[in-house]
Every structure is written in C-alpha cells, then in structure tokens.
C-alpha cells in the first residue's frame, strides 16, 4: 500500500495546523471555565481541594475515603489549584488535559497513516464537536480517561508495526497504567478490547506477540499497582469495594442510577457531533475495506458496544470514541483539495458551543458559590459548619473548609441502602474510617447537640427545610436558589453532653 502522506503535499502552515488547532481547543475550553461549577462538578472539585490540606494518597469526600475512583484526578486538579488557585479553571484542568491528550494522539496518528491535511481537518471538527467541547471543561474522570486511553490504543496500534521501536510498547502499557489510575479497570479494558481483536481479525500475530512483551506489563505494574497495593494495606476491604462492588457489579448488574435503554449511545453520539456527524451520512466515497477506516470505524463501535452491554449508562462514557469517530468524518468528507465545507462546519460548529455554553450559563443562577463565599468572609475560628439532609458539595469548595462539615441525615430511613445516591456513597465512605464516620454523619436524633462546644452553628439546608425546635433559634442569612444559608449561636453547659 502506497504511503499517502507521499500523496499529500500540503504548505507549511497545514503541515503545523494541528498544533494551531490545538490553541484554539484551549481557548474553546477555557471560556467556560468561569460559570459556576455544576453539582456532580463540586464532589470531585471539593475532593481535589482536600488533597490540598490533607492526604495526598485517599480521596476525601466530606472527610471520609472516597473510593469510587481512583486518584489521577484528584492530583492533577489539586496541582493546578496549587499553581493557578482554587477555582473553577484548577477543578476542571484534569479534563483539560485528558482532552489535549486526546487532540495530541489523534493528529499524530492520522498525519502517520493519512497526511497532514486530513489530520488538521480531523482535529478541527474534533475540537468544534460540542460533546469534546463541553466534555473538556466538565470537572469528572471521563475525558482523563478518555485521553489516554486514546493514547495507549495509538501506542499500541505503532507499537504493533514491524519497524516500532521498542519504546511504543512501553508508551502504550504506561498510558494504559495511567488511565487505570485515572477511572479503573477500563484503562486497561478498552485498549485490549480494541487492539486485540482488530490485530486478531487480520492476523497480524508478530503484533500480537510484540504489544505483551515482558516491558510491557512491568511498566504497567511499576505505574499503576503501587497505589491500589497501598490502599488495600491501609484499609482492607479496598479491593474487594473498589474491583467488586464499583466495577463488576456496576456492570453487570442493575438497581444503580442512571438506566437506559441499549440503543442510548446510537442515537447520543451523532446528535452530540452535530454538525459534523452529518458528513458521514452526506459521504458514501470510502470502501468499506479501507484499513485505516476499518480501524477506526471498528474502535468506535468497540466502545459503543461496550459501553450499551450494561443498564447504567452516562454520556461521557463513550468519550473514548470520539477521537476515531472525528477521524472517520475526515476521512469520509474531504473530496480532493475542496475544504469549503469544512469551514463552514467548523464556523457552524463554533457557534453551536459558544451558543450552548451561553445557555447553560444563564440558567446557572447563583447557589452554592454565593454560599460558600459568605461563609468564607463571615467563619471564625469555633464555628461549625452543618450540611442538612443534602450534601451540597460545592459548599466546602467555595468556602474554603479547613475541616470537613457534619452532614446531618435520616440515616437509619428504610431502603435507603438500596438507593444509589449521595446518603449511600457517604456511607460507603464511613465503612474505611467507622470512628471519623461517627463524628461527621450524624443523625436527626442528634440536632440539638449541634450547638454544643462550639460559637456558632453556620446550617446549609434546602429551601423547604423548615429548622425543628431542637436546632434552637435560627436567623436566615442568605437564600439562593437551592438553599438557604441560617446561623444560630452555639452554648455551652446546660443540655450538651
């Protein structure tokens, strides 16, 4: 088969033209980095935060080990907190960096195998999807891992060629390692799932043999095990909690959130590509024997199919494919050296995201922030901080928690260890340190003792909570759109144990 980059001059500026479109995702990615943090943003932000002021081996959440996933989030956004300050931009630089990840591994493999040009106009409808766009600045582990596992599946792919230097297997197995630390076991199970039977399926056995040669896996080991080893020697039921409960069972079984159909991602994955996932209807030019587009078409469909197996199913999951599935749209939509079109995409393209980041904008009305921030100003030392029957994650965040806050709860409602949600994940958490789960999540039938030992009681609850007798008398002090804010003096003596 004839080297297509041969084929393919292009000027110099098409020849750089990913890395400009490489600038142009982080000045995409970056607008939104000043609108508020949405809910789910605050658990992870408030996690990477404690990094700051507390271990830097276990996720906190509240205080208490948060085992859901693993840390590479954490760390990253905790560094860049540490360089650029807590805020929005620190929280959401681990999805940052997954999707220049991302952007970096697509441009270099498609220049290798189709030329510059095609690689350029890849990045630039990649950049302008609205999924990528937005998937860039959400503050949660999918477009970390999804980035490298890109990487790892692109090492592997060269890894596997005749010619590789040896250094591709290593790079391949390291960003495996990585993207385990990043989410768990999909790191690992994506890369094989779409190297091993594509590899397979054309015989390509030397390949084979060459992706599991012995550096491989050591590399992989010397990465990635040293902190699940440490995890599971500080507290026991780790593997069991983390492998088990959070990965297999979430697998392979119901009753967890978030449940839909098989046909989810399908009929997701174009109307989140929009205006680009209209080329590949438009084009019906490229034989479906092609291997470059074999290969793509089929790394998109492996993680379609993985991803739809079980019932639980979020959008950001199948962010692994985005990176082949905007390769197959150059692929199948550039005719000769005609890019008008493809201009016009990206300028569409563009505009659907600053119009849906605008949107999103205003409908974020100020929340928790506003709280956060008031309490950061009006806190003294002695004051406690007390999450009612919510766990308003954002709070800690924005007002800059030394300590973690109680969070005061029905714990002992029927059934609610069957539910999956913010009471169970808590709970989960207060498994690893029972003692410190104690002093942080307490019950109803503990409210007036909230205001013991302490100057003032600083109470976080929903707009419809009404303060009970028992909390003493409570004076309003901010309300927003979710929550209100009350404060009460604390006492000493009298009625505290």
């Not at 991803?307 to 005719?335: C, E, I, N, Q």
Request: hydrophobic residues 55%.
């Amino acid at each position: 088969m004839p080297d297509p980059r041969a084929a393919d001059p292009v000027p110099r500026w098409q020849r750089s033209a990913w890395l400009l479109a490489t600038v142009a995702l982080w000045v995409l990615a970056t607008t939104g980095t000043r609108a508020l943090l949405l809910p789910d943003e605050g658990r992870y932000a408030a996690i990477a935060y404690g990094m700051l002021h507390g271990d830097l081996l276990v996720p906190r959440l509240n205080g208490l080990p948060f085992f859901h996933k693993p840390p590479l989030m954490y760390w990253i956004d905790a560094a860049a907190m540490r360089l650029f300050g807590v805020n929005e931009f620190g929280a959401r630089a681990a999805p940052l960096v997954g999707a220049l990840l991302m952007a970096w591994a697509m441009a270099y493999d498609l220049q290798r195998r189709t030329g510059a040009r095609r690689a350029a106009l890849a990045l630039g409808a990649l950049a302008t999807m609205p999924f990528f766009y937005f998937g860039a600045q959400y503050a949660n582990h999918d477009m970390l891992v999804a980035g490298l596992v890109t990487i790892a599946i692109v090492a592997g792919a060269r890894a596997g060629e005749p010619d590789a230097p040896l250094r591709w297997v290593g790079a391949a197995w390291a960003a495996a390692a990585l993207a385990v630390l990043a989410k768990g076991l999909i790191g690992i199970v994506l890369p094989a799932l779409v190297l091993l039977p594509w590899l397979a399926w054309r015989r390509q056995w030397r390949a084979l043999l060459r992706l599991v040669h012995p550096l491989g896996p050591a590399l992989f080991a010397l990465v990635a095990v040293p902190w699940f080893a440490a995890m599971q020697a500080r507290y026991p039921g780790f593997a069991e909690y983390f492998f088990v409960e959070q990965h297999l069972r979430r697998y392979a079984q119901g009753g967890f959130n978030n449940v839909q159909p098989f046909w989810f991602y399908v009929a997701v994955l174009p109307l989140l590509t929009l205006p680009w996932s209209l080329a590949l209807v438009a084009s019906r030019r490229r034989p479906a024997d092609n291997p470059v587009v074999g290969f793509y078409a089929w790394w998109v469909l492996a993680v379609l199919l993985f991803f739809s197996l079980p019932r639980s199913k979020l959008v950001g999951y199948v962010l692994a494919a985005l990176g082949p599935f905007a390769a197959l749209l150059a692929l199948a939509a550039t005719r000769g050296t005609r890019t008008r079109a493809w201009r016009w995409g990206m300028v569409l393209g563009v505009l659907v995201c600053l119009f849906a980041d605008v949107g999103i904008a205003r409908m974020r009305a100020p929340s928790q922030r506003d709280i956060g921030r008031v309490l950061a100003e009006r806190m003294q030392a002695g004051d406690r901080v007390v999450l009612v029957d919510a766990p308003f994650y954002d709070v800690p965040f924005y007002a800059r928690l030394a300590e973690p806050p109680i969070v005061l709860a029905d714990w002992n409602a029927p059934g609610f260890a069957a539910r999956d949600d913010w009471r169970k994940e808590l709970r989960d958490a207060a498994r690893f340190e029972p003692a410190l789960g104690a002093r942080l999540l307490w019950p109803l039938e503990r409210t007036a003792e909230l205001g013991c030992g302490v100057a003032r009681v600083w109470w976080v609850a929903p707009r419809a909570w009404q303060p009970p007798a028992a909390a003493g008398l409570l004076t309003p002090v901010l309300r927003s759109r979710s929550a209100v804010l009350w404060q009460s003096a604390g006492r000493q003596g009298s009625g505290c144990p």
